[in-house]
């Protein structure tokens, strides 16, 4: 996975963004349009909105590419309650909570609050989204088979997600999935999609072995 840092400081805050990881979801530009303007370079100014609102607006962005901090260089989001993963139609997988991506032999990659792994299987940063879904027409409905869940039992964490070597992102952990307008369902283990094959979306089904995927 790639990563390109850019940082802008205001006298309280401060402002990470990964241009890399941003698919221009525009969560930012609709909720602080004072702060966040691609019109205007810089294009982010901290100073131009309260606190509290900057804060509350960068933990909408759906990937992770924005961040805030305060001027000491901590962290001024709040610690996740729990794990989601949110199917966009068309589109990639929205994941909130304590996520540790790690290689298969355990190294760890990313830890993150906030990230949207890809599934259409075209990626240039995967197993990250890039936006490249658009461009190449992935189309599903984001709709979620219910009776992939499970009952909740009781368990706590965080989730780690493994990308295999031309296979499917495995997940484990307690997480919450759904797609647009579905109730959720509870999830311990199982394999993300990430060739834009399966006909189990966004479960994998082994497709990937069928068409030849190849991603590291």
């Not at 909408?60 to 966009?88: D, Q, W, Y």
């Not at 368990?155 to 797609?179: K, M």
């Amino acid at each position: 996975m790639e990563q390109k840092i850019l940082r802008y400081s205001g006298r309280e805050t401060t402002v990470s963004y990964d241009v890399t990881r941003c698919i221009h979801a525009a969560e930012c530009v609709r909720g602080l349009p004072e702060v966040f303007d691609p019109t205007r370079q810089p294009w982010v100014e901290p100073d131009h909105g309260p606190s509290e609102k900057l804060l509350s607006v960068v933990s909408r962005c759906p990937t992770g590419a924005l961040h805030v901090e305060s001027a000491a260089g901590e962290s001024l989001e709040p610690a996740p309650r729990e794990n989601r993963a949110a199917i966009e139609p068309n589109g990639p997988i929205y994941v909130s909570g304590e996520i540790e991506v790690v290689t298969q032999a355990g190294e760890t990659l990313l830890q993150e609050t906030r990230l949207a792994l890809c599934r259409c299987g075209n990626s240039e940063n995967k197993p990250l989204c890039d936006g490249r879904h658009s461009q190449v027409g992935f189309a599903d409905d984001g709709i979620v088979d219910p009776a992939s869940g499970q009952p909740n039992d009781g368990a706590t964490g965080g989730l780690r997600l493994t990308a295999l070597p031309n296979g499917p992102v495995l997940f484990e952990g307690p997480a919450s999935i759904s797609g647009t307008g579905q109730t959720e369902i509870t999830v311990t283990k199982g394999a993300f999609c990430r060739c834009g094959a399966s006909g189990n979306k966004p479960f994998c089904d082994g497709s990937h072995v069928a068409i030849g995927f190849a991603a590291d």
